[in-house]
């Protein structure tokens, strides 16, 4: 009997299609615009998979079609073993919580009128709210004093770690990133890399970050998507895709991550 264990993805995603309806004048035909195109990818407990490319192919509708935030066409999304496209609104609800996404606007993501202690009485028990706020303003590297503070008190950076804190306020097993540093500024795009890749460790975290900001690539991936139009063009594990990258389109993108 084969006694090894073999890791059970935590994500499959599985011939994923999401077309958007276009709008233009004057017109009879009802246009689609196909923004994901028979995409499909595993990612593993503990991984950071990244799917990269240029503006406009399609990256933020894969994460917002995980998250119920735009219909499938057609695909299956498994978390944990459970297809997201066939539950109930009750128990996708139930699920929900245990995958989180923070976005790239911070500033969108807080409420501007929601002072930050009352961001986590949203999300935390309230015999629990005091200590564990505390405990997660200090897992992302920010102090208590802010609790009094709204977002616009604070920098940049400040505001991305809040929305991180809210994100592991729920406990989820895998964070989606989309663009999550590329709205800040170098210094603190490291410090939030940083944080990133020791809460990954710290929590046992798995990542499906979505970026076209390569250094952030480099620093975090286990394994990279190549997306262009809609369309997976390869995906491999970081070293190999630097060392052998099949096509001209990856090439192009190494010989940016080499040149920074
Ligand atoms: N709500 C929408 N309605 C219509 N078209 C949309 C909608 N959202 C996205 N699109 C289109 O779908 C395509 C993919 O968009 P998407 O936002 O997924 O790209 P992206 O790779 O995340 O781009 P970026 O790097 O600029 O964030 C684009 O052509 C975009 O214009
Ligand atoms: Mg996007």
Redesign the pocket.
């Known amino acids: 009997m084969n006694s090894s264990r073999q890791k059970q993805p935590i994500l499959e995603v599985n011939n994923l299609h999401v077309e958007y309806p276009v709008n233009f004048r004057g017109g009879f035909r009802r246009q689609k615009k196909q923004a994901v195109n028979g995409v499909s990818f595993t990612i593993f407990p503990g991984e950071c998979f990244t799917i990269v490319g240029e503006s406009g192919c399609g990256?933020?509708s894969i994460i917002d079609a995980i998250l119920g935030f735009v219909k499938i066409k057609t695909g299956t999304v498994l978390f944990e073993k459970q297809d997201l496209t066939k539950l109930t609104p009750k128990n996708f609800r139930k699920l929900r919580p245990k995958i989180q996404p923070v976005f790239q606007d911070y500033n969108q993501a807080l409420n501007p009128h929601q002072r930050i202690e009352d961001i986590f009485r949203e999300t935390l028990p309230k015999h629990l709210l005091e200590s564990q706020t505390d405990q997660l303003l200090s897992s992302v590297g920010l102090s208590k004093e802010i609790i009094r503070c709204f977002p616009h008190q604070l920098s940049g950076g400040q505001k991305q770690r809040v929305v991180l804190a809210r994100a592991l306020s729920v406990n989820p097993a895998l964070l989606l990133l989309?663009?999550p540093v590329t709205s800040l500024d170098m210094s603190v795009f490291v410090q939030i890399v940083e944080l990133l890749i020791s809460l990954r460790k710290t929590r046992n975290l798995t990542f499906l970050l979505?970026s076209h900001n390569l250094s952030i690539v480099h620093l975090l991936a286990d394994r990279v998507a190549i997306m262009k139009n809609g369309q997976f063009l390869e995906q491999q594990p970081l070293t190999t895709l630097l060392r052998n990258p099949k096509h001209d389109y990856t090439k192009n993108f190494i010989n940016q991550i080499t040149q920074l």
Do not use: C
Request: aromatic fraction near 0%.
């Open positions: 990256k933020s989309d663009e979505v």
